[in-house]
């Protein structure tokens, strides 16, 4: 007893203290081992503890990483575009996905090593440029948009920490070359930079894209007016055209004349929207929009169209034809004279320059510029496409300007341009905004404005016909489709001076003249003579006969229906007209 009141004695009064407060004053061996036991469950809780934060610590900065991820993805999907399909619904431009690779420069341990795996794998990687990104402070990094499939499984072979891959959208053009310049194409980020995607972003796509409405598949596709059909057989035969003929470049529409659609619309060379960077070639424009040109003797079609509308003069009206037309130091000429007095049919059907102006001299400077304005020839014309250009008038317009552009010389417009002021010539007198989307009749008649009668309509149509009969058209008369139409020849404008064997030549057929329903102009930029066309270099030569093989092959595709014996256009087409032969 005295022994265990000694070693009570011998403990310190803080090590009673402890054992009080953990075993009480009177406690047995058990409750001693118990107390054991829960010492070691909070030490392994403490240990554990310190396991699950620091896990959380992790799993907030892994957090961070796929947020960067998750933000990059959505913007990924954010640039989602609608499909592009032709009337038919053939697709012209779509979305796939593609890899991308990024790379998270916080997460890459060594930096070196996976800069020197890198641009061993992908040899068109930039070293500075990846060692700029991955040395940076960011958490996201793109080091490599839409690559291949085997690129990307041999990166994901290197397993490189930091280094993944997102799926994008990719713009793909399945048509390739065929539609290049009516589609357009888009840039990097899925953003449209030129044609129809251009016009997608400016109307609504770029504002669904920033309020993030513009997902995936989420998107009615846009129904285009082109028919894939006819744009391949206008494209292939301009390709022969100018391959025929040694043309610097071809182009050439179709259009229906009831609705503004354009049906076909081909400018060769051309590229390949898949492939942007021949899309910077200046020799690759659209020429249709994007470059103005004297148009020749088209232009005879307005300055004839605008007398006989006065009411003034009719078809048999007649004009000095017999020389050269003087005006102070200049004098205008015919390619082939006739020496006589000419009617309206004849100065049509001969294209005779000198009549041309003495019609347009007739009604007067004014008169001449207020009908070209009305038919759309003065101002620059707006459609879907961004690319256009503003026709070039004179300054100070005169007697000698009127002179020259009644017969296509001195005022350079778009070709669409000129296409739409012809397609009011033949379809009753209804000037129409081309489209290059889906037009049914009746949205066309509610945006369209009359700018001639009728009546002189009809005799446009006449006079377009019986060119393809007897006059400069001949060779584009396919049988069964009674086309009409008008050739021009225009001397292109060199060093300031005009080059007699530097043209550039352009046809444009009504089909059928009767009825109209579709117009085609076909324009060759400086063919060059052949031994089939006895050296001549004019419309008639190599324009005409090309619109006539595109003729052959598109009218079934349209629905045109040939027809043979049918009555001198006198009759079927002037048979409602006020005016006789």
């Known amino acids: 007893m005295s022994a265990a009141r000694t070693a009570k004695r011998a403990e310190s009064w803080h090590q009673r203290l402890i054992r009080s407060l953990l075993y009480g004053r009177n406690v047995d061996r058990a409750a001693k081992a118990r107390a054991r036991v829960g010492f070691a469950i909070l030490a392994f809780a403490a240990i554990y503890s310190v396991i699950g934060g620091r896990l959380v610590m992790f799993a907030i900065g892994a957090d961070g990483h796929s947020s960067a991820r998750r933000a990059a993805a959505q913007d990924a999907i954010a640039t989602a575009r609608p499909d592009i399909i032709d009337r038919n619904g053939e697709v012209l431009a779509t979305d796939v996905k593609a890899p991308s690779l990024f790379g998270e420069p916080r997460r890459i341990i060594d930096k070196d090593e996976a800069i020197e795996l890198l641009t061993a794998t992908l040899p068109d990687l930039d070293i500075g440029e990846v060692r700029d990104r991955l040395t940076s402070k960011k958490g996201f990094v793109w080091l490599k948009r839409e690559i291949n499939a085997q690129q990307q499984q041999d990166i994901h072979r290197l397993g490189i920490p930091g280094i993944g891959f997102l799926r994008e959208n990719k713009r793909v053009y399945p048509t390739g070359n065929e539609v290049a310049h009516l589609i357009g194409l888009v840039n990097i980020d899925n953003q449209g930079i030129a044609g129809m995607e251009k016009w997608l972003d400016n109307n609504g796509l770029a504002d669904l894209h920033r309020a993030g409405f513009a997902t995936d598949r989420l998107q009615r596709p846009i129904e285009l007016s082109v028919d894939l059909r006819v744009e391949h057989a206008l494209r292939d035969e301009l390709l022969k055209a100018k391959d025929k003929f040694h043309a610097k470049a071809a182009s050439g529409l179709v259009t229906n004349v009831r609705t503004g659609e354009i049906v076909a619309m081909v400018s060769v060379p051309d590229f390949d929207p898949n492939n942007p960077k021949e899309a910077h070639d200046p020799d690759r424009i659209n020429r249709l929009t994007t470059g103005v040109y004297e148009m020749g003797s ?21 004009w000095d034809a017999r020389g050269p037309l003087h005006y102070g130091k200049f004098a205008i000429h015919d390619d082939e004279p006739k020496g006589r007095f000419l009617n309206m049919k004849e100065v049509f059907t001969f294209s005779s320059n000198v009549g041309a102006a003495r019609i347009a001299l007739s009604q007067g400077v004014e008169a001449h510029k207020a009908f070209l304005r009305k038919m759309g020839q003065l101002d620059r014309l ?50 129409i905004p081309p489209t290059f989307l889906k037009r049914s009749e009746d949205e066309a ?14 005799k446009m149509r006449f006079l377009m016909r019986l060119n393809a009969e007897i006059g400069t058209a001949k060779r584009a008369d396919v049988k069964g489709y009674y086309i009409g139409g008008k050739t021009g020849t225009a001397e292109k404008v060199i060093n300031g001076h005009y080059a007699k064997r530097r043209v550039l030549t352009a046809f444009t057929a009504v089909i059928p003249a009767d009825k109209p329903q579709y117009q085609l102009l076909i324009m060759l930029d400086e063919p060059q003579p052949l031994k089939e066309t006895y050296g001549f270099i004019t419309s008639g030569w190599n324009a005409v006969p090309t619109a006539g093989n595109v003729i052959a092959r598109i009218g079934p595709l349209l629905g045109i229906e040939p027809r043979f014996d049918l009555p001198p256009p006198d009759r079927l087409i002037l048979a409602a007209s006020r005016a006789t032969q």
């Open 445 to 458: 008649m509610a945006l369209a404005r009359r700018v001639i009668k009728p009546e002189t309509s009809e």
């Open 298 to 318: 088209t232009f005879k079609a307005f300055t004839l169209a605008m007398a006989l509308d006065s009411g003034k003069y009719d078809l048999n009206s007649t």
């Open 382 to 431: 707006r459609t879907e496409l961004p690319e256009s250009a503003s026709p070039i008038v004179p300054r100070h317009w005169s007697d000698l300007n009127t002179i020259t552009i009644s017969f296509g010389h001195g005022i350079a417009v778009a070709p669409l341009q000129a296409v739409m002021g012809v397609n009011a010539l033949v379809n009753g007198g209804y000037l």
